[in-house]
């Protein structure tokens, strides 16, 4: 089975940033999309930011350009550049690959962003 490795959460301060890794453990042929969600207790999984395999990019709304998402093609691997970050920003996050080749979606075990006031 492919698994998402998820790095880089932790606790900061208001204002502060954190670099999100996700690594897939073996290669994935063919296109995929990769990207980030999240989850705070009591609300549902929201999109933080994705990439396409052709480079194409989303952000979730209320990411309003603190972060950055950005993908290494040879390694499979993504990363979440969170600045300025909130409180409201503690979440679970989330690490999500779909390849188009197998027809799947394959999603991290979290990892978790604490934002401190």
């Known amino acids: 089975q492919v698994q998402l490795v998820e790095s880089g959460g932790g606790l900061v301060q208001a204002g502060g940033s954190l670099r999100l890794t996700c690594a897939a453990s073996?290669?994935?042929?063919?296109?995929?999309?990769m990207g980030w969600y999240r989850q705070a207790p009591g609300k549902q999984r929201e999109l933080v930011a994705r990439?396409?395999?052709?480079?194409?990019?989303n952000y979730g709304d209320f990411v309003k350009g603190r972060f950055t998402i950005s993908s290494d093609n040879a390694k499979i691997t993504v990363y979440l550049q969170m600045n300025s970050l909130e409180p409201e920003d503690t979440a679970v996050y989330y690490c999500?690959?779909?390849?188009?080749?197998?027809?799947?979606?394959?999603w991290g075990q979290g990892t978790q962003v604490t934002v401190s006031s």
């Open positions: 999500y690959l779909y390849s188009y080749l197998r027809g799947r979606d394959y």
């Open positions: 073996e290669i994935i042929l063919g296109l995929h999309n």
């Open positions: 990439i396409s395999g052709s480079g194409s990019i």
